[in-house]
Antibody, heavy 123, light 107 residues
Framework: EVQLVQSGGGLVQPGGSLTLSCAASGFAFSDSNMNWLRQTPGRGLEWISYISYDSGTIFYADSVKGRFAISRNNGKKSLSLQMNDLRDDDSAVYYC????????????????WGRGTLVTVSS | EIVLTQSPGTLSLSPGERATLSCRAS???????FAWYQHKRGQAPRLLIH???TRATGIPDRFSGSGSGTDFTLTISRLEPEDFAVYFC?????????FGGGTKVEL
């Protein structure tokens, strides 16, 4: 089955760290460009990070730059998001998401999503 | 930065009826790089439409997208029971990516 299965998330104190994981199955993960997005009731959906199929290109939104790190392991078909120095406004549902394009192209719209994982930053 | 505003916030309809969802951009969307998604509670969001009007793989033809510039529409010609969900739009023609706040289609 073609799917992205997310894990990680939970409750963390401000200033703390958390790692989100995403396991891919049923498709050529090593050819796929991947992203993390997050959603809150107040700010809606927000793109936060991108990693190309070969890890050669990485982008971050300004809101998380310097605090979050995206990575992937093509052999294990997995995507990760290391989140450090977490703030209250990082509380959100985080989605692992695949770009529609394969390989060197990027379309910036998304044809496969995980179900999301909730991150709550609170003391 | 483009802001996408969806209307109405909630659409109350019955199976078999036509649903018309609107998404308005604060600035013209480049090259009509525009998409629609469906999100059911507890499930992963699903791509419906990209490039304004191109249905994604496996999407039934009762879903159609139209529009240009700043005004875009998703139409569901005849609602099926499985179509009751939240729908959100996205522009990907310029940075930063932008998403609409969603329209809930309810019974």
């Amino acid at each position: 089955e073609v799917q992205l299965v997310q894990s990680g998330g939970g409750l963390v104190q401000p200033g703390g760290s958390l790692t989100l994981s995403c396991a891919a199955s049923g498709f050529a993960f090593s050819d796929s460009n991947m992203n993390w997005l997050r959603q809150t009731p107040g700010r809606g959906l927000e793109w936060i990070s991108y990693i190309s199929y070969d890890s050669g290109t990485i982008f971050y939104a300004d809101s998380v730059k310097g605090r979050f790190a995206i990575s992937r392991n093509n052999g294990k078909k997995s995507l990760s998001l290391q989140m450090n120095d977490l703030r209250d406004d990082d509380s959100a549902v985080y989605y692992c998401v695949r770009d529609k394009a394969l390989g060197p192209e990027t379309y910036w719209f998304f044809d496969l999503w995980g179900r999301g994982t909730l991150v709550t930053v609170s003391s | 930065e483009i802001v996408l505003t969806q209307s109405p916030g909630t659409l109350s309809l019955s199976p078999g009826e036509r649903a018309t969802l609107s998404c308005r951009a604060s600035q013209p969307v480049n090259s009509n790089w525009f998409a629609w998604y469906q999100h059911k509670r507890g499930q992963a969001p699903r791509l419906l439409i990209h490039g304004v009007s191109t249905r994604a793989t496996g999407i039934p033809d009762r879903f159609s997208g139209s529009g240009s510039g700043t005004d875009f529409t998703l139409t569901i010609s005849r609602l099926e029971p499985e179509d009751f969900a939240v729908y959100f739009c996205q522009q990907y023609g310029s940075s930063p990516l932008a998403f609409g706040g969603g329209t809930k289609v309810e019974l």
